[in-house]
C-alpha cells in the first residue's frame, strides 16, 4: 500500500484498506464484498475520484474468481512496474504533435463541455459526450502529470451540488465573472464538484470564463468535498518554492466525504494532509447563502448553521493568508472589491482594495479575543518587525 501514489492509498484508506490487509496478512474490509449500490457515498465518491471506478468495473470483481485484494494489488503492482519501465524515446516530430494536440485540446475541452450542457440530460449523445469526456480526463491527466508548484498556481472548485440552483447559483455566477478577471495572470485549473468531480478547464494560462460558467449548472448531486481536494491537489501537483492558492465557492458543508474528511470539522485532516505533503496552500473562499433566510433568523435571534459555517470558512481563508466573502446578496461593494483585490496579482492593486496585509495577522488577533476557530495545523507568524 505504501507503494502507491499518494492520492490512490488515500482511496484505498477510504475504502478501509490498511497495510496488513493490502498484505494479506489481515482480512479485507467489507467494502471488497459490497456491490456498488451497498457502499456508502464516501465509499463510491473515493472508488470513482480517487480510483477511477464506475459501477461496472467496480461490480466487475464480484464475477472473479480472486478477491478484490488479490486483483488490485496485482493490477497496481503491473502499473508500477510499467512506471519503472524507462519509456521508449519518441521521434521529436511526434512530441511536437502531441504537445500542439494538447495545448488546442486544453482550450476546447471547456467549450465542449459547456455544449454538453445544453443537450437533454438523458439523450444517447449526451451521455456519450459525457463518458468521452471523462476518459478524455483520464489520459489528460495521467498523461500531464503532477506539476511542481514553482511560482503561484490556481485551482478553482465550484460547488456544483444541487442546493446551489436558483438564486445562489445566478449569484455565483456573477461574482465569477468578476473573479475569473483576476485569474488570468497565472496557471489555472478549474473543477466543478458534488457527488463527483469533474474537471471543467484542465491547467492552462488564463481562464474560459463563459464556458466555465455554462458549465456550473448544480446538476451533481450531494457535496463531496475536502476528501476531493486532498485527492484532487495530490494527483495534479507536487509540493514546490511556490504557492497553491485554492479558491472554493460553496454554499454547505462537506455530506459525502469519508471519515474524518466529512461536515466542516474535515477541513482540519484536510489541511494536516496538505502541510505534512509540504504543500503551501492559500485558500480564497466565497460562501453563498440565502440572504432573505439570513435576514430573518437574525430578526428572530437565531444563529444558523450557515453562520457557524461561514465562520469557520473564513477562518480557514485567513489562516491561510488568503480571503473570504460572505455572498449574500446584501454584501457591500467595497467587501467584494476587497475581495477581489487580495486575489489580484499586483500589489497596488492589492493596496487599492484595502487587502495588502497578510490576512493571518487578521486572524491571530481575533484568535487572541476569542472570537477565531483554534485550528491545531496553524502555526503563528514571527513578530512583526
Known amino acids: 500500500l505504501e507503494r502507491l501514489a499518494a492520492s490512490e492509498r488515500l482511496a484505498w484508506e ?114 456519450a459526450a459525457k463518458a468521452i469526456g471523462a476518459f478524455a480526463d483520464g489520459v489528460a491527466e495521467g498523461a500531464a502529470g503532477a506539476v511542481a508548484v514553482q511560482g503561484v498556481e490556481d485551482v478553482v472548485y465550484l460547488d456544483d451540488s444541487g442546493s446551489m440552483s436558483g438564486t445562489r447559483l445566478g449569484r455565483a455566477h456573477s461574482l465569477w465573472h468578476e473573479l475569473a478577471e483576476q485569474l488570468q495572470a497565472n496557471p489555472t485549473r478549474v473543477v466543478k464538484f458534488g457527488s463527483h468531480k469533474t474537471v471543467l478547464q484542465h491547467r492552462t494560462d488564463g481562464v474560459a470564463t463563459k464556458a466555465v460558467a455554462l458549465g456550473w449548472n448544480a446538476s451533481s448531486g450531494g457535496t463531496y468535498m475536502w476528501h476531493m481536494i486532498v485527492e484532487d491537489v495530490m494527483r495534479a501537483y507536487s509540493p514546490g518554492p511556490g504557492r497553491l492558492r485554492v479558491f472554493v465557492v460553496t454554499d454547505g458543508g462537506d455530506t459525502h466525504s469519508p471519515a474524518p474528511y466529512n461536515g466542516m470539522q474535515g477541513m482540519d485532516p484536510m489541511m494536516r494532509e496538505l502541510k505534512r505533503r509540504g504543500f503551501n496552500v492559500e485558500f480564497h473562499i466565497v460562501f453563498v447563502s440565502d440572504g432573505i433566510a439570513e435576514a430573518v433568523g437574525s430578526l428572530l435571534g437565531l444563529r444558523s448553521g450557515a453562520s457557524r459555517d461561514l465562520e469557520r470558512y473564513r477562518d480557514l481563508a485567513q489562516a491561510t493568508g488568503g480571503g473570504f466573502l460572505h455572498l449574500s446578496g446584501s454584501e457591500s461593494e467595497a467587501q467584494r472589491d476587497a475581495f477581489l483585490g487580495g486575489v489580484a496579482g499586483s500589489e497596488g492593486a492589492r493596496a487599492s482594495a484595502g487587502a495588502l496585509e497578510d490576512p493571518r495577522r487578521e486572524y491571530e488577533r481575533r484568535l487572541g479575543d476569542g472570537k477565531a476557530t483554534r485550528f491545531d495545523w496553524y502555526e503563528r507568524l514571527p513578530p512583526p518587525k
Open 14 to 127: 477510504a475504502l478501509g484498506w490498511t497495510a496488513s490487509s493490502w498484505a494479506g496478512k489481515a482480512p479485507a474490509p467489507l467494502s471488497s464484498l459490497k456491490h456498488w449500490s451497498e457502499l456508502s457515498n464516501g465509499e463510491r465518491g473515493a472508488a470513482a475520484n480517487g480510483l477511477g471506478y464506475c459501477q461496472a468495473t467496480w461490480d466487475e470483481h464480484q464475477h472473479l474468481e480472486a478477491p478484490l485484494a488479490v486483483v488490485v494489488k496485482d493490477r497496481n503492482e503491473e502499473a508500477m512496474a510499467e512506471r519503472s519501465a524507462p519509456p521508449a524515446p519518441k521521434p521529436a516530430s511526434e512530441s511536437s504533435r502531441a504537445g500542439q494536440a494538447w495545448a488546442i485540446g486544453k482550450k476546447v475541452m471547456p467549450w465542449l463541455r459547456a455544449v454538453v450542457q445544453l443537450l437533454p440530460a438523458n439523450s444517447r449523445l449526451a451521455i
